[in-house]
Antibody
Framework: QAQLVQSGGGLVKPGGSLRLSCAAS????????MTWIRQTPGKGLEWVSY????????NYADSVRGRFAISRDNAKRSLYLQMNSLRAEDTAVYYC???????WGQGTLVTVSS | DIQMTQSPSSLSASVGDRVTITCQAT??????LNWYQQKPGKAPNLLIH???TLETGVPSRFRGSGSGTDFTFTISSLQPEDIATYYC?????????FGQGTKLEI
């Protein structure tokens, strides 16, 4: 059974950094594009970044470009999101997800507040 | 990016009602459309892929249809456990974008 287990997240001050992790099992992680999606309280779903299976294709939403970095380690079956220069508007639940097949992590809350 | 316009944004219905949600893409996405159900505090749960194919274990009262730019999601007879927010998502072109969501209430 496919599973994505997230870790990281928490409370951080504006301007601070945080790293999210996502561990995959039950599907061929190394063949899958992966993505980070976030959801602000009471709002909809916004894609943040995606990364190809080999790591050669990457893209970021304009709102995070230059501040966030997505990466993966296929040997460890893991996806990461390094978040720097965090702002209050980055406060959200962050989900990792695989693309085709579509599997989602459980989500982790990131709160940016002084 | 492909924009997905979902309507209505909220919907109040009664148990047993037929409920319909629409999703429109800004360009032809063939049938590359997912429908998700999200309950409070939980990750979205994939109900339908390829616009009309039910995931294993999803009740048959859920139905998806459409292709190209216009899609419909229907619950034939609303049940109390269907109270949730529903999202469409296109996966024809990266980034895979979402509709704004439809909050279903009884």
């Amino acid at each position: 059974q496919a599973q994505l287990v997230q870790s990281g997240g928490g409370l951080v001050k504006p301007g601070g950094s945080l790293r999210l992790s996502c561990a995959a099992s039950g599907f061929t992680f190394s063949d899958s594009y992966m993505t980070w999606i976030r959801q602000t309280p009471g709002k909809g779903l916004e894609w943040v970044s995606y990364l190809s299976s080999s790591g050669t294709v990457v893209n970021y939403a304009d709102s995070v470009r230059g501040r966030f970095a997505i990466s993966r380690d296929n040997a460890k079956r893991s996806l990461y999101l390094q978040m720097n220069s965090l702002r209050a508007e980055d406060t959200a639940v962050y989900y990792c997800a695989s693309l085709e097949p579509f599997h989602w992590g459980q989500g982790t809350l990131v709160t940016v507040s002084s | 990016d492909i924009q997905m316009t979902q309507s209505p944004s909220s919907l109040s219905a009664s148990v047993g009602d037929r409920v319909t949600i629409t999703c429109q893409a800004t360009e032809d996405i063939s049938n590359y459309l997912n429908w998700y159900q999200q309950k409070p505090g939980k990750a979205p749960n994939l109900l339908i892929h390829d616009a009309s194919t039910l995931e294993t274990g999803v009740p048959s009262r859920f139905r998806g249809s459409g292709s190209g730019t216009d899609f419909t999601f229907t619950i034939s007879s609303l049940q109390p456990e269907d109270i949730a927010t529903y999202y469409c998502q296109q996966y024809d072109d990266l980034p895979y974008t979402f509709g704004q969501g439809t909050k279903l209430e009884i």
